[in-house]
């Protein structure tokens, strides 16, 4: 490999974009360091286990970017940096592994330059392993050596132990193909399947999914998928037409960023979820089944083009509000171990105290980003529009978003009351949602962190996680009688939402990543994280989950199943619901199994032809299975009657427009909108703290009459005549009694009924208004 500088005398004054960048003459490189005094770029042979072949010093330009421009790199080489500055300026005599120069491990800003500390580029569009790579382990070595300060690593003090052998490298990656046409779906008519990578494909059963859902209507295109792509990016896209056919909109992919993960999972160093960012620009290379350089970003884009092709569109889970590369090592301002963000411009990038110690008290993940830096910020829009332009991705949920609307250098580092102010008019939280727009694309914020609870409060263009719904619906749903809050999160929070352009900004669900997922919630007093592998331990997870095991009943677990299920996709906003929701998936009562990367927490398909779901192996040699609290549903044996409920549900939402309303209707029937009025069960209007009510939807061309007991005993709803012309008919009931027909009726199919209903304890029922004459529908 013959490598030559280009245009030397330019880069001072080039205007190359951060990152990497091949073109037909050479590669530029650009890093932004605007306090150091010295960047060299390396060039290496090899991920791991081998110094640099050649070195380049790059030249700052005004805007504090240090550049350069090289010919003779293939596609696929790997490439670092070194940087120095005040507090470690270079001198002839330094070498790798020496202290020569050093001054401290600050400078005056709290920047932390140190030249033993390889950096990789924050804008790499792919990175060949992170710190805690199996790798490292293989060479007899630990992430220890990526400290630095006078702590001694192998019998030399940290600073200068150096890490240029193992350090994580950029890859140069080509430059993308045109995207290809997206969906472009209106973001009234999403329903949001949250799942992680290998969580949708990595289950053994997925070998087998042609003939699990052989007696499931519209599955076609359905394919079985090979073991080595399972788990993987191109195994996802290959559950696509699962995803359609269950009903699907779109995916939202907890995150794929690269993050700090061992590839076999050690103790101590799995991140199964993926909510520590390494590399904002480059796709997690363990979800990758193609592992050559430039696999992963070619993998994820086709994964990407395969939901397109099924008209899914793809939401990505990002993690801005901190980073993987950790804070003050046991509480040592002089120790941190940064691999890339920090090393280059620690004060740009992260918050810290007035002596320079990293602030995570929003996040508690020992550090926080620096929002009042315009690099910060920066970083972040380039990241977005990476993975919306050359990714193709349609949306992005934000984790912690609130974090990205806080400005640490408006008040001192130290005022806490006043660091932990939200900005509604942030100019990050302003121009995403300007990029949203123009983009065409949906972004969606997690509006609450350690420090505040921002729901509501989001500017003008976003959707926001409905932490509200949540917990509303989850207590009246067993029997806490919080009437009010109930009816205004069905109604979609009109009052948090009606300036935000409409219901849709209000991301409606029940369960999420984090916590109880559906089968669970029904099933568990506490969360029960003390198992032992694959359904354990895990620590930390929520001890106020609003949940409640149904005393122990079988039957009322399945109930309260539907239960939650038609609330939600009867609810104004958007739906979202936690894979395997549909077919009645269980951790054992795991809340929090971030770090588990564990079959057991992964979709299990064969739950889905057999109407004893949780008492299916849970395969991959395991021995422990799944906890059956939901029993034996009374239906066909070869039938999930969860999942065809779920599918119904689905369904019906998508088939009529009434369910899927931006606008807020008035509190009158049959003036031409959607009014959701509420009732109490004799039709009159309800009053505060009650365990039963009725909603009647009525729109112009049909109306739904649901009602809701939530009480100990039955109750008798009267529901008024129909229009004329139109006749009432059963299209729902969530109670045991119907589980044999799966607790619904095809449009048009129902028992017409009239006058009203005795609605059995813990049941939901509603009715649909047709035409006399109608056509079912299925």
Excluded at 242 to 254: M, S
Excluded at 349 to 355: A, F, I, V
Excluded at 620 to 648: I, M, P
């Amino acid at each position: 490999m013959h490598i030559v500088a280009l245009e030397q005398d330019h880069w001072s004054t080039a205007d190359y974009p951060l990152g990497a960048h091949p073109h037909a003459e050479g590669v530029t490189f650009a890093v932004h360091s605007p306090a150091a005094t010295r960047v060299v770029l390396e060039i290496y042979p090899e991920a791991i286990g081998a110094d640099a072949l050649a070195s380049f010093p790059l030249a700052q330009g005004s805007d504090g970017v240090w550049r350069g421009k090289l010919q003779g790199l293939p596609l696929g080489s790997f490439y670092a940096f070194r940087a120095w500055g005040a507090n470690w300026p270079h001198v002839d005599d330094w070498a790798p592994g020496t202290a020569a120069g050093y001054v401290s491990d600050l400078d005056e800003h709290g920047n932390r330059f140190n030249p033993n500390k390889v950096l990789f580029d924050p804008y790499a569009r792919e990175v060949t392993h992170s710190v805690y790579s199996d790798q490292i382990v293989a060479l007899g070595h630990d992430d220890g050596m990526f400290g630095t300060g006078g702590d001694e690593y192998r019998g030399v003090p940290r600073r200068e132990w150096d890490t240029g052998r193992y350090a994580p490298k950029g890859v140069i990656v080509a430059e993308p193909l045109p995207v290809v046409r997206k969906p472009r779906l209106r973001e009234e008519d999403a329903i949001i399947y949250e799942v992680q990578v290998e969580q949708l494909s990595g289950h053994e059963s997925t070998a087998h999914l042609t003939s699990l859902l052989a007696n499931e209507a519209g599955f076609d295109g359905i394919v079985d998928i090979p073991d080595e792509y399972r788990g993987t990016y191109k195994g996802a896209g290959m559950m696509a037409p699962y995803l359609k056919g269950l009903g699907i909109t779109t995916v939202e992919f907890l995150p794929i960023h690269e993050t700090n993960h061992s590839e076999s999972s050690r103790e101590g160093k799995s991140n199964s979820w993926g909510y520590m960012t390494l590399g904002y620009f480059a796709p997690n290379r363990r979800f990758s089944s193609d592992q050559t350089p430039g696999g992963p970003t070619r993998e994820f884009r086709e994964m990407v083009d395969a939901f397109h092709e099924y008209g899914i569109e793809v939401y990505l889970d990002v993690v801005y509000n901190h980073t993987a590369e950790g804070g003050n090592w046991n509480g040592d301002v002089n120790t941190t171990g940064f691999t890339s963000l920090g090393g280059f411009a620690t004060a740009d990038y992260y918050s810290m105290t007035n002596d320079f110690r990293l602030v995570d008290g929003a996040t508690g993940t020992s550090n926080q980003l620096n929002f009042s830096s315009q690099a910060a910020i920066e970083l972040v829009l380039d990241s977005l529009a990476y993975w919306t332009d050359d990714m193709h991705v349609d949306g992005f949920r934000f984790d912690l978003a609130t974090v990205l609307g806080r400005k640490p250098a408006d008040a001192d580092r130290e005022d806490w009351q006043a660091q932990k102010r939200f900005f509604t008019d942030h100019p990050l939280l302003v121009q995403i949602a300007d990029f949203a727009r123009d983009r065409h694309i949906e972004v969606i914020a997690e509006a609450w962190d350690l420090w505040g609870y921002e729901v509501g409060n989001f500017p003008r263009g976003w959707g926001e996680w409905n932490g509200r719904y949540r917990d509303a619906i989850r207590k009246y749903m067993k029997g806490d009688g919080n009437q009010r809050e109930f009816l205004e999160m069905v109604n979609g929070d009109y009052h948090h939402f009606q300036d935000n352009e409409g219901a849709q900004k209000s991301i409606n669900f029940i369960t999420a990543h984090d916590g109880f997922n559906l089968a669970d919630l029904v099933s568990y007093q506490q969360k029960q994280n003390h198992w032992d592998f694959p359904f354990g331990p895990s620590d930390g997870g929520s001890d106020n989950n609003e949940s409640w095991d149904s005393g122990g009943s079988h039957a009322l677990r399945r109930q309260r199943l539907r239960n939650f299920w038609a609330i939600l996709f009867l609810s104004r906003g958007v739906p979202m619901i936690v894979a395997g929701d549909e077919f009645g998936r269980t951790q054992n009562g795991n809340n929090n199994p971030w770090a588990l990367r564990s079959p057991a927490m992964w979709n299990n398909y064969a739950m889905i032809p057999t109407n004893k779901p949780q008492q299916v192996p849970v395969g991959h040699g395991f021995e422990v299975g799944y906890h059956d609290n939901l029993g034996e549903f009374q239906c066909d044996e070869d039938a999930n009657g969860l999942f065809r409920f779920a599918r119904f549900m689905m369904g019906l939402r998508a088939r009529h427009q009434a369910l899927r309303q931006r606008n807020w209707g008035d509190f009158e029937i049959g003036n031409g909108d959607v009014t959701y009025l509420w009732c109490a069960p004799d039709g009159g209007k309800p009053g505060d703290g009650g365990r039963a009510v009725a909603l009647h939807i009525n729109a112009p061309d049909e109306d739904f009459y649901l009602m809701v007991n939530m009480e100990g005993h039955t109750v008798d709803f009267q529901v008024p005549r129909a229009a004329d012309g139109h006749q009432w008919r059963r299209l729902i009931d969530t109670s045991l009694q119907y589980e044999p027909q799966f607790n619904h009726w095809a449009e048009g199919k129902g028992d017409i009924v009239v006058g009203g209903q005795a609605l059995p304890a813990w049941s939901v029922a509603v009715w649909h208004e047709t035409p006399k004459g109608d056509v079912a529908a299925e």
